[in-house]
């Protein structure tokens, strides 16, 4: 009665390892990261803001705009997500919930309004 017992947790945790296998083969066959790019703009002028501190989901995942205003997040998480924009005698600007899917790359482009 023991012995079978104890056959019988084996197969028990034998059977349990394989589904966790075949569960994590199938989630890492999925899409599950793509990248956010995007420009910042001046909301008045129109004009591209260079050196503007983009920040993801309040995390350590943080980006600059160039010399056009632009800024890219690689490796983003399929999802919703909060972005943040900080520059210089701007106000900040929070755009919240993105909705940023699996099959696409997502472009912002996200608008500050100066203090003045």
Known sequence: MKAQLIILAVLAI???NSFKKEK???S????????IY???VDECSGETLVGAEILLDE????????????????????????????LISYKE??????HIAA???????ITMKNFN
Request: hydrophobic share 30%.
């Open 14 to 16: 034998l059977s349990l």
């Open 24 to 26: 994590s083969n199938e």
């Open 28 to 35: 890492s066959s999925k899409i599950t990261t793509t990248k």
């Open 38 to 40: 995007g420009t910042v």
């Open 59 to 86: 995390s350590q995942q943080k980006a600059y705009t160039d010399f056009d205003g632009n800024f890219v997040f690689d490796h983003v998480s399929v999802g919703n997500h909060t972005i943040s924009a900080k």
């Open 93 to 98: 600007t929070i755009k919240k919930e993105i």
């Open 103 to 109: 099959d696409k790359n997502s472009k912002l482009k």
